[in-house]
């Protein structure tokens, strides 16, 4: 069954410095999206992206953070200067084109020290 | 208006019992989505609700949408161990993106 994968599965990183999540949604999906989850909290919405744009982006996708899609099967999180706060699980989904159904990546943790 | 009450919090139960989680909202929903996420993974769908009413189920799992469509429940019968993990309730606004609710988390004694 095609999956979304999500690498890498942890990252830890320095304050300030720059990092890359990437994702490669499932292979017939267009429409992709960021959600974090902090520690024991909810899943949120960061941000989402179809036609090589974002559609929507929740107040947390500040200025530090950006997504692209280079390529044809990869989804990519960019997190400029990062902040102590950012520490959390970042999940990756996508879906069809008109259908609800969300489809999320295992996930990747994210440390900042 | 967008936040999503989820009750219980936590629930430790037995093997074999059947559990009850429930969801509400201030506002009126078009769409209502259930969703498991076991330990350090990703959450996966478990059952969409798509009217008012609508009663589905999947497996164990049954789970419907209120008629007030500001309300939804999620029940598991005769819950196993795997079963463990935190279910959230999760709707789709106008932009198809999700809001999670706080999420219920469900452990199993064997």
């Known amino acids: 069954e095609p999956e979304v994968t999500q690498t890498p599965s942890h990252q830890v990183t320095q304050m300030g410095q720059e990092v890359i999540l990437r994702c490669v949604p499932i292979?017939?999906?267009?429409?992709f999206y960021w959600y974090r989850q902090i520690l024991g909290q909810k899943v949120e919405f960061l941000v989402s992206?179809?036609?090589?744009?974002?559609?929507?982006k929740s107040e947390i996708f500040d200025d530090q953070f950006s997504v692209e899609r280079p390529d044809g099967s990869n989804f990519t999180l960019k997190i400029r200067s990062t902040k102590l706060e950012d520490s959390a699980m970042y999940f990756c989904?996508?879906?069809?084109?008109?259908?609800?159904?969300?489809?999320f990546g295992p996930g990747t943790r994210l440390t900042v020290t | 208006g967008q936040q999503l009450n989820q009750s219980p919090q936590s629930m430790f139960i037995q093997e074999g019992e059947d559990v009850s989680m429930n969801c509400t909202s201030s506002?009126?929903?078009?769409?209502w989505l259930w969703y498991k996420q076991d330990p350090g993974e990703g959450p996966v769908l478990l059952i969409a609700?798509?009217?008012?009413?609508e009663l589905t189920s999947n497996g164990r799992l049954t789970a419907q949408f209120g008629i007030t469509r500001k309300d939804s429940f999620l029940n598991i019968s005769a819950s196993i161990p795997s079963d463990v993990g935190i279910y959230f309730c999760?709707?789709?606004?106008?932009?198809?993106?999700?809001?999670f609710g706080s999420g219920t988390r469900l452990l199993v004694r064997p």
């Open positions: 999760v709707r789709m606004d106008s932009s198809y993106k999700l809001i």
């Open positions: 506002s009126i929903f078009n769409t």
């Open positions: 609700l798509y009217k008012a009413g």
């Open positions: 989904a996508s879906s069809e084109p008109f259908k609800y159904e969300q489809y």
């Open positions: 292979s017939n999906h267009l429409y």
């Open positions: 992206f179809y036609n090589n744009e974002i559609s929507e």
